[in-house]
């Protein structure tokens, strides 16, 4: 496994230029926006990816409550790190096209919405992770993530909803799309999907090994408890 | 079956009981939620007809923080005493602790609102352009969503640094879709311009929702104290 | 555009900033396994 990875790290490499490429040259300019609706080529495929890192965490979350294995935590820690960074970079560019495109920074569009509570939720969730003192960290850890994900659905309604009575902004949508469009969208997508999944992967790797130190050292001590030097 | 219920009601009891008599507690939040009424009354202007139109995301940020204090202090006394040990021993199920402990805050924290909301009609001059009884559902069903995630969530924060600001920072992402119905219902009765009726649906369900995962999961978290 | 390339930079600025922060906190690891190796 550990072989394969620098292999896929070029290959993602390669994918995310081709996707560049894609996404700034050869995807025609749309009518309306102009060359600005280009974001939507990184924005909707980071969402894309948080979502997918967001979901390994609440399955894993779920597998370790059943079976309490150390590396299906470290899996949930390393995929709600990534998500987080992967939702941050949707938080960053949905603004900047809003701006140009309809002149405010911020519009209760039903993603970026979306993409702020469940940004919030895991931020949240890795806070949590970090001033916790217990010793089962991973159970609460887990227990919160299942909670934010049975959230989700209640956040999308109440967004749903909201957006009815007050009329927003809609980022992304409408008109036909040339099939170029969709090439170049697909591509990004599939590249930031790899990308997203091996960042997880390294993270995953790096908290497995923080872990393995950090056990080594704790025998450590004990040992030097046991015959002092 | 009636082990549980009795045992949730003997906790409640005993719960109440304790709060009454240590006066201290009640009276400072007591003061703590007036305060809260009057900054915020600071920036509204009462004559103002959007008043109404604000009015209702105000009181469900005042109702919040008041709630937030009450809620921080659930376990304390358990705390204290290691009464949760005692809990974990025995073979009393955890759900009972639960809910006699988000019985409590439910009826604190519906203490409070009682005692706030006068003095929010008072400041804002509100008056319901809607159909006002449905306030009460909004009233009900939003503060046990508050109540039931916040006592989980002070459960999980026990043992953690800052635990008074980790209940908060868990407790507010969570609670976003049952606040948005919150603030909608309270805003659509009181400028009678919409409908609450879905948003008082959306609460329902998400206390549902949230009360059968907090006793689904609150012995898991109990035990990983 | 502007917009269009701050959106573009701003995305790689974050996901390099990540990954550098990845490999520093590797580069800690070893460090300290070093460390460990060292003692024994």
């Known amino acids: ?229 | 079956m009636s082990d549980a219920g009795s045992l949730t009601r003997s906790t409640l009891i005993k719960d109440l009981r304790l709060e009454w008599r240590s006066k201290d507690a009640i009276n400072s939040m007591l003061f703590f939620a007036l305060l809260v009424v009057v900054i915020f009354s600071f920036s509204f202007d009462p004559t103002a007809e959007e008043s109404r139109r604000i009015a209702g995301g105000l009181i469900w940020v005042a109702f919040l923080f008041a709630a937030v204090v009450a809620l921080n202090q659930t376990w304390a006394r358990e705390l204290r005493n290691q009464v949760l040990d005692a809990y974990r021993v025995s073979p009393a199920p955890a759900n009972s602790l639960f809910l006699a402990k988000a019985l409590g805050n439910f009826i604190f924290v519906s203490m409070l609102e009682a005692l706030m909301t006068p003095l929010f009609i008072a400041f804002y001059n509100l008056r319901a352009l809607g159909p006002a009884y449905q306030l009460i559902f909004v009233a009900v069903l939003g503060t046990w969503a508050l109540v039931v995630n916040g006592t989980f969530f002070a459960a999980m924060s026990l043992r953690t640094r800052s635990r008074e600001i980790m209940l908060p920072l868990l407790l507010f992402p969570i609670t976003i879709p049952a606040l948005l119905a919150m603030v909608e219902a309270t805003s659509s009765i009181l400028t009678g311009e919409f409908s609450a009726k879905f948003w008082i649906v959306l609460l329902a369900a998400y206390d549902v929702v949230f009360t059968i995962a907090s006793l689904f999961l609150f012995d898991l978290v109990l035990h990983a104290e | 555009m502007t917009y269009l390339y701050a959106a573009y930079i701003a995305t790689w600025v974050i996901h390099i900033a990540y990954l550098t922060s990845l490999l520093r906190r590797y580069s800690r690891l070893r460090n300290e396994i070093n460390e460990l190796r060292e003692k024994h």
């Not at chain 1, 009329?167 to 409408?174: D, E, I, L, R």
């Open chain 1, 1 to 229: 496994m550990k072989r394969a990875f620098p292999i896929l790290a070029i290959l993602t490499a390669i994918l995310l230029s081709y996707g560049l490429y894609q996404a700034l040259v050869v995807a025609p300019t749309e009518q309306t926006m102009g060359d600005v609706q280009r974001i939507f080529y990184y924005h909707v495929p980071s969402a894309w990816t948080a979502g997918v890192l967001f979901f390994i965490n609440f399955v894993a979350s779920i597998v370790y409550l059943a079976r309490r294995n150390s590396k299906v935590d470290a899996l949930a820690l390393a995929a709600a790190e990534v998500g987080v960074v992967f939702c941050t970079i949707v938080l960053v560019t949905g603004p900047i096209w809003a701006r140009p495109v309809w002149g405010i920074w911020w519009t209760w569009d039903m993603r970026l919405t979306l993409t702020l509570v469940l940004w919030l939720i895991y931020v949240s969730y890795l806070m949590l992770r970090r001033f916790s003192t217990s010793g089962q960290t991973p159970v609460i850890a887990a227990v919160l993530a299942i909670f934010g994900t049975l959230d989700m659905p209640l956040v999308y309604f109440s967004i749903w909803f909201f957006r009815t009575q007050h009329p927003q902004p809609v980022m992304g949508g409408g008109g036909s799309i040339d099939p170029r469009m969709l090439h170049a969208f697909f591509v990004n997508l599939i590249a930031f999907t790899c990308f997203g999944l091996l960042v997880c992967w390294s993270r995953y790797r790096l908290e497995v090994l923080r872990r393995e130190v950090e056990e080594l050292q704790a025998l450590e001590s004990l040992l030097e408890l046991r015959s002092p030097r």
